[in-house]
């Protein structure tokens, strides 16, 4: 099992820019998460998907965040228009059936972002 | 409303020393609880759960916690520690009966086991 798949692992941009951030999650899992992790606030929890279904994105800190799961394999979390403050590591998680709460997530190795 | 607690920002250990990274939880059901290890540039592993049973729960790379719901811990424990298992650790709390998906994660704690 190749886990799940984040690109790209560094995106450098400039203030204003579109950023789009990608997650391919693990085969069969039905929960999808997008976290935001910073040294400030630790790992926040942005959005999460069941089976394709965005389910709470109360998390998400603005609307110049969005969040799209077309189908079972993949996802992607946009920023438009970037500013500096969303500089931080995004991680994708997924998980097999996390609707009781008790299932752990697997997580990819992140997309260090950096707005200038 | 739920939160969870690590103490310690950072613990060091000596190499062959026992650790312990502790983490206090407040939740309004019946806790399930979570270690994840974090390593440099790397995204979290889960290392073991605490959903309901044995007070003592065994994990990835010979780590272990202890419930004791009476002191509302979940104490992370390693016999002897490895230069390896240098790390961030988080703890993280769900519990039965939520709504919307609820896992909340502590801040983490830095371990540093010095050879």
């Known amino acids: 099992d190749a886990g799940v798949i984040q690109s790209p692992r560094h995106e450098v941009t400039e203030m204003g820019q579109e950023v789009t951030l990608r997650c391919k999650p693990i085969?069969?899992?039905?929960?999808l998460f997008w976290y935001r992790q910073t040294m400030m606030r630790g790992l926040e929890l942005l959005i999460y998907?069941?089976?394709?279904?965005?389910?709470?994105d109360s998390g998400m800190p603005e609307d110049r965040f969005s969040a799209k799961m077309p189908n079972a394999s993949f996802s992607t979390l946009k920023i438009q228009p970037s500013e500096p403050r969303d500089s931080a590591v995004y991680f994708c998680?997924?998980?097999?059936?996390?609707?009781?709460?008790?299932?752990?997530?697997?997580f990819g190795n992140g997309t260090r972002l950096t707005v200038t | 409303a739920q939160s969870v607690a690590q103490p310690e920002d950072q613990v060091n250990v000596a190499e062959g020393n026992p650790l312990t990274v502790k983490c206090t939880y407040s939740v309004s059901g019946n806790p399930y609880l979570f270690w994840y290890v974090q390593y440099p540039n790397r995204g979290l592993q889960f290392l073991l759960k605490y959903i309901t049973g044995d007070n003592l729960v065994k994990g990835s790379y010979g780590f272990e916690a202890e419930f004791n719901k009476s002191q509302t811990s979940f104490h992370l424990k390693k016999p002897s520690a490895l230069v390896s298992d240098s790390a961030l650790y988080f703890c993280a709390v769900s519990y039965s009966g939520a709504g919307s998906y609820q896992l909340t994660f502590g801040k983490g704690t830095k371990l540093s086991v010095i050879p």
């Open positions: 998680a997924s998980s097999l059936g996390a609707g009781g709460h008790n299932s752990p997530l697997h």
């Open positions: 085969s069969g899992h039905d929960y």
């Open positions: 998907f069941n089976n394709n279904v965005p389910i709470d």
